[in-house]
């Protein structure tokens, strides 16, 4: 995968390899909760944070690659991704139990617009503060916009009973990958221009 993402980086080509591996992680996501659910003893907070895993990788990967930061900040992007998974999986728990009169495919949609917008947003916050981090509010419109818009689909996976695959996870984490490559990669222009 660092492969695929690290050549021709700074090309449209380039942002198509961040989205197919933004598909990839997102295949991956939903195959890993029967396998984390065998791990006995574990939080259930912690256990949603592994199921982050993949995407974190991948967060990683675009953090060393497409920003001037230093090898530990990306890891603390991947920690962050996974702190953003959780809070978002959680919103959207609360959101749904909120909009309980509501019928299903409504609650589905607003639990789901909630969860992706939250984990968007806790993503470009913590990316922000990382110290080659985009402060660049304009920067991470595009990204908290697709995050919280692709959260909808939660509605689609739920319509349709998907449990080993989803709409959702691959076209958010596309989205997301895709949004955080291109604010990383206008900071390092900026930082560029500015030397």
Not at 82 to 94: D, L, S, T, Y
Not at 176 to 192: C, I, K, N, P, Y
């Amino acid at each position: 995968m660092t492969e695929a993402i690290a050549a021709s980086d700074d090309t449209p080509k380039g942002l198509l390899k961040v989205a197919g591996a933004g598909l990839l992680t997102g295949v991956l996501t939903p195959l890993l909760p029967p396998l984390i659910d065998r791990i006995n003893g574990t939080p259930g907070d912690f256990r949603i944070a592994l199921v982050a895993v993949p995407f974190a990788i991948l967060v990683f990967i675009l953090v060393r690659r497409f920003s001037p930061n230093p090898w530990w900040a990306a890891l603390a992007a991947a920690i962050v991704t996974m702190i953003a998974f959780v809070c978002a999986v959680n919103v959207a728990i609360w959101a749904d139990g909120r909009a309980a009169d509501a019928a299903k495919a409504t609650r589905n949609i607003l639990a789901g617009l909630a969860g992706g917008f939250t984990g968007a947003t806790i993503m470009a916050v913590g990316m922000c503060l990382l110290p080659a981090g985009p402060r660049d509010v304009g920067a991470w419109l595009p990204m908290l916009s697709v995050g919280t818009t692709a959260g909808a689909l939660l509605a689609l996976d739920n319509a349709l009973d998907l449990d080993l695959t989803s709409f959702l996870y691959p076209v958010w984490q596309a989205s997301v990958a895709v949004g955080l490559a291109t604010a990383l990669r206008r900071t390092r222009s900026s930082l560029d221009v500015n030397d």
